[in-house]
């Protein structure tokens, strides 16, 4: 099985049928770099930066934070990495870090909020990113953003410290998770201004079922896999594509291998996930008849009524195939 795994490591990533699909990483810790060559991974889908700071219970200064990021910069070695801003609070808390009481974390003073309360703190690892670019390519990606105003505050930020850094990355693409509903009524508005989205479906189906993410009583209850998830995911590689912007998913969903299938078949062209789920996935992907898929999700959807959930019959095709 193991010599079966690193076969299928050096494989193009694309279905039965031939059509590619970008597989990339979720990281968030340098030791977790050499997944990279392990898994033959297309690129970094998700550097969640906020790891390293929990692992030190500290958030490093910008000389320490630039290392870190050249480190990830040098190991994909020229494959893309979307480097995510720092996503603390919610659920991941720094060790005595002074923040309000509040009834519900998630949905508190996190992330992009704190960032943009404490533009200093931001910038300094806006600053570590650019310095660690050193002239190349670099993808930044915001997170909790809830609405456009706040992308472009963010995105202020980033552009007032590549005016200062030089040498001046080669490219800046600046871009967006898609976790916060409310975005999703802004595309228009936003598809004009990002470089690419991508979607975080672990806050995203928290947030769009009020269902912690956290909670296992609540973790069969919702599905990405039911019609107002699949409606929502249609719209959102329509209007990406209409607008020319890059989409990809990086939640969890992404590296199971029936999620990950209905996600291409929606037309997504590149899933982020925990290394353990890149080669079950891409394993999936090579048995998939994707034309055939896409009728079958077609008629699944014309036909499903109001249905909570639609896995079933998902499943079902799968486990014919
Ligand atoms: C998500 O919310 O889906 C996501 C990828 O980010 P995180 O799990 O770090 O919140
Ligand atoms: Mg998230």
């Not at 552009?159 to 916060?180: D, F, Q, S």
Request: include cysteine; hydrophobic fraction near 50%.
């Amino acid at each position: 099985r193991e010599a079966g795994w690193a076969a299928l490591r050096d494989q193009p990533n694309l279905t039965m049928d031939g059509t590619p699909v970008r597989l990339m990483l979720n990281i968030g810790l340098t030791m977790e770099l050499a997944q990279l060559d392990a898994t033959g991974a297309e690129g970094i889908g998700l550097f969640r930066t906020e790891i390293a700071m929990l692992a030190r219970g500290a958030i490093a200064d910008v000389a320490e934070q630039a290392a870190v990021y050249a480190r990830v910069l040098d190991a994909a070695a020229g494959r893309p990495v979307l480097f995510r801003t720092m996503d603390l609070g919610g659920d991941k808390l720094l060790p005595g870090s002074a923040r309000p009481e509040e009834e519900n974390p998630a949905m508190g003073w996190r992330s992009l909020r704190i960032g943009l309360d404490r533009p200093a703190l931001l910038r300094r690892q806006l600053r570590a990113l650019l310095l660690a670019a050193n002239g190349h390519e670099l993808s930044v990606m915001f997170p909790m953003v809830a609405n456009v105003a706040e992308f472009r505050a963010a995105r202020a930020l980033l552009l007032a410290e590549a005016a200062k850094v030089r040498p001046a990355p080669a490219r800046l693409n600046v871009g967006t998770m898609l976790e916060v509903p409310a975005l999703l009524f802004q595309l228009p508005a936003l598809l004009r201004e990002v470089d690419f989205v991508s979607v975080g479906t672990n806050d995203l189906l928290q947030f769009l079922f009020a269902a912690d993410r956290g909670t296992p009583a609540l973790a069969g209850r919702y599905d990405l896999l039911s019609p107002p998830v699949i409606d929502l995911l249609s719209t959102l590689v329509e209007q990406t594509r209409a607008a020319g912007v890059p989409l990809s998913v990086c939640g969890e969903a992404a590296s199971r291998p029936l999620e990950a299938m209905t996600l291409v078949g929606l037309g997504i062209g590149a899933l982020s996930m925990p290394a353990s789920g890149l080669l079950p996935v891409k394993a999936m992907l090579a048995e998939l008849d994707l034309p055939a898929f896409r009728q079958v999700l077609a008629s699944i959807r014309r036909t499903c009524g109001a249905e909570a959930s639609v896995r079933e019959p998902i499943a079902a095709w799968a486990r014919e195939r």
